[in-house]
């Protein structure tokens, strides 16, 4: 932060040096009422004023709102050679990369970055989504489940590499937080206990805001004293991790590869040691998870190729063009345009380093045109974001791994009664794979409501995914809805 102007505490007018500063910059507009404002609030805007960092806010306007007019580069599909397909993968690679990816967990190579800045406003909630009981038997938050996954990995890989080993090397989890879920967000792990998990391997940090602008590029004042701001996207995990020093932590702790995911996905296997193994052996900066797109107009961003021979991006599905989207792949039956993006990343830390610097110094935002709130009522205007797979066009390689979404994504993002991603649909795709693994392992089940409706819950602390549960399930009857631990 700056330090006061020497010409504030003369209040009737606007400090001099600030004005000529924000004239260069053509935002001089935000003093427009300084006349009307009280000293205090005067002192307000002024700081508000101060702690913009003018010179990067105006680079990321300009060059947000002179890259919407650019043609981009056309469209292809992602070559099948870049892709893991479920129907391609064999057990032997299944197993070879489960062990190479807890062999790397045990050396400490591995890092989770969960990116956690948004509320549950949309499930009726203004508690930071991770925050959000889905409704499972055990009443377990989002946050907990994830907990409890990383808990169950540390466990695996201590054995993998010593039977009977008491040492146990601790997953370092950093959580990206938005000025609205950072103090709830430290508070909840604080009052639980970090789930089991050690408070010092958990760092949390805030992603940075940006002014809302104007159609123009001017910014829009929410109150006469205070520039109207918004996050900078789930991409602002980029210079965040910069500008907090956290890549060089992630150096010094000797990570390697950064596990990088959403936080409101209820089936997510962080950490995953067969994803981690895949990515070590293709030697790949960048890769993703990705599931199979349903039907041509799910609401789902797709990995596609930019230009022949260029890089991956995600194209969101309203700027998809519906004869792109319903094309078919004569040679496979599938969709040309099938691989959906769900937030499951894995990057090595050297391109964590290289993208964080391209994307500040490229300096392009999208765009999203938004009312927002202001001294004129509501304005239409923009809020500038970044979004995490904005990394993916600045990776030099990048791999592609098929999940099955019954197995690994059970979204939230709207509230129930909605007619996808609620809390009810996220919490019978758990119950149903769950119900899966036990009669797998040689368990019963006894329901009084129809089983397509109800299941029982197998909790991380005892399988991470289906694996160990012969001891605990087999010829044993549980009556569903329950949860199995130990």
């Known amino acids: 932060m700056r330090e006061p102007d020497s010409d504030l505490n003369e209040t009737s007018h606007p400090p001099q040096s600030l004005l000529e500063r924000l004239k260069d910059y053509g935002q001089e507009d935000a003093f427009a009422l300084w006349d009307e404002l009280s ?4 002192h307000h805007l002024v700081n508000d004023i101060q702690n913009l960092d003018l010179p990067r806010i105006d680079r990321i306007i300009r060059c947000s709102f002179r890259s919407q007019g650019l043609p981009a580069a056309a469209i292809e599909p992602v070559p099948e050679t870049n892709v893991s397909t479920v129907e391609k993968r064999t057990m032997e690679e299944r197993e070879r990369w489960w062990k190479m ?15 956690s800045g948004g509320q549950g ?5 203004s508690d930071p989504k991770g925050c959000f009981n889905i409704g499972l038997p055990s009443g377990k938050s989002l946050f907990q489940l994830q907990a409890e996954r ?5 466990r695996l890989a201590a054995q993998s590499v010593n039977e009977g080993s008491a040492s146990v090397t601790p997953i370092h989890w950093y959580i990206m937080t938005s000025p609205f879920t950072d103090e709830p967000t430290r508070k909840f792990f604080e009052s639980h206990k970090y789930f089991g998990l050690e408070a010092e391997q958990v760092t949390f940090f805030q992603q940075g805001t940006i002014p809302c602008v104007s159609r123009d590029g001017r910014f829009i004042m929410e109150t006469p004293y205070r520039v109207a701001k918004s996050p900078d996207g789930n991409g602002g995990v980029y210079s965040a991790l910069k500008s907090s020093r956290l890549l060089e932590d992630m150096a ?11 936080v409101d996905n209820a089936l997510i296997r962080v950490a995953d040691p067969t994803f981690v193994g895949y990515f070590i052996e293709t030697g790949v900066a960048a890769a ?3 599931v199979r797109k349903a039907y041509p107009q799910e609401k789902v961003g797709v990995f596609v190729r930019r230009g022949k021979g260029g890089p991956f991006s995600v194209v969101e599905y309203s700027e998809l063009d519906q004869s792109l989207a319903s094309a078919i792949n004569q040679e496979t039956g599938r969709l040309r345009f099938c691989w959906s993006n769900v937030c499951l990343h894995m990057f090595t830390l050297e391109f964590l380093n290289q993208v964080a610097n391209g994307l500040e110094k490229d300096s392009i935002y999208h765009l999203a045109e938004k009312n927002i709130p202001s001294i004129h009522g509501h304005t239409v205007g923009y809020k500038l974001e970044q979004f995490i797979f904005d990394a993916f066009p600045y990776a030099p390689s990048t791999a592609l ?5 019954e197995e690994e994504f059970a979204p939230v993002k709207n509230a129930n009664g909605s007619n996808f991603d609620t809390p009810d649909s996220a919490r019978l795709l758990v119950l149903r794979l769950h119900t899966r693994w036990v009669v797998a392992a040689g368990g019963f089940l006894t329901h009084s409501v129809p089983l397509y409706a109800t299941g029982v819950e197998v909790s991380p602390l005892c ?14 009857t549980f009556h569903a809805p329950c949860e199995i631990a130990f």
């Open 101 to 115: 990816g807890l062999k790397a967990i045990s050396d400490g190579k591995l890092g989770v970055l969960l990116l």
């Open 150 to 154: 990383i808990l169950c990995i540390q």
């Open 401 to 405: 791994f098929e999940v099955l979404r």
């Open 121 to 125: 406003t949309r499930l009726g909630s």
């Open 39 to 42: 000293t205090e609030e005067r």
């Open 288 to 290: 993703a998870k990705v």
């Open 463 to 476: 399988s991470y995914a289906g694996e160990n549960l012969e001891a605990i399930c087999r010829g044993r």
């Open 252 to 262: 010094t702790r000797g990570i390697k590869y950064l596990d990088c995911c959403g």
